[in-house]
């Protein structure tokens, strides 16, 4: 009888500033070192028709449109991002491969409960993690004072991040919206106002904890 590799979903959520697309790179290089070299790295919105439309006409501003159609756009490219029959996350990690994924519904969640009402926006994702839940959300958490000056040294985004009363808002937002989920998905809460490499090791227990604690199980 075949075996057949066992693939895992991993998110990394957190404000703008927290670090998390740098440790995911960081990550993905861990676990190639670590003999898994197959990885998938992705985030939302996707590189996808949706998500292209997402990010060059609504994201840009150049095209207004109102918060509830938008939300229908974001939940149908992540439908998109996990049953797509090529492409999707659900093949890919029957395949056997890890995907590390920037940004999922806790995103979602709280972006868009600035203009939604957090209820709705859940009600209208819940489907989607019943359909693909994460075998492990790694949260970032960082005073937002902190992350804005990140963001304004490097000057990313200052269009939208100028105003630090957003960074807190979203900051507050991103809580609520992770301890929605904190009873139902395997979680870790990563310190990251820490140096670059105490983050890492953070992750890494999170990760070798999912991925070796299972090869070892399987072992016995």
Known sequence: MTHRPQGHFIVFEGIDGSG???QLH?????????GI?????????????????????YLSKNT??????????????RMDHIVHP???MKKLKAEGKTILCSRYVFSSLAYQSASLPMEWIYQLNTPMLE??????????RIDPHIAFTRLQQRAT?????????????????YERAISLYASS???AIIDAAQSVDEVHQQIVKAVEALLFHEETNKCK
């Open 37 to 57: 070299g197959d990885l998938h790295l992705t985030e939302e919105p996707t590189n996808n028709p949706i998500g292209k439309l997402i990010r060059e006409q």
């Open 157 to 173: 985004q200052r269009e939208v991040f100028e105003d630090r009363t957003f960074i807190e808002q979203l900051h507050e937002r």
């Open 131 to 140: 359909l693909f839940p994460p075998d492990l959300v790694i949260f970032f």
């Open 64 to 77: 207004h449109i109102d918060a509830h159609t938008l939300a229908y756009l974001f939940a149908a490219d």
């Open 20 to 22: 998390k697309t740098y």
């Open 26 to 34: 960081r990550t993905a290089q861990y676990l190639h070192q670590r």
């Open 86 to 88: 090529i492409y999707g």
């Open 185 to 187: 998905y395997p979680l």
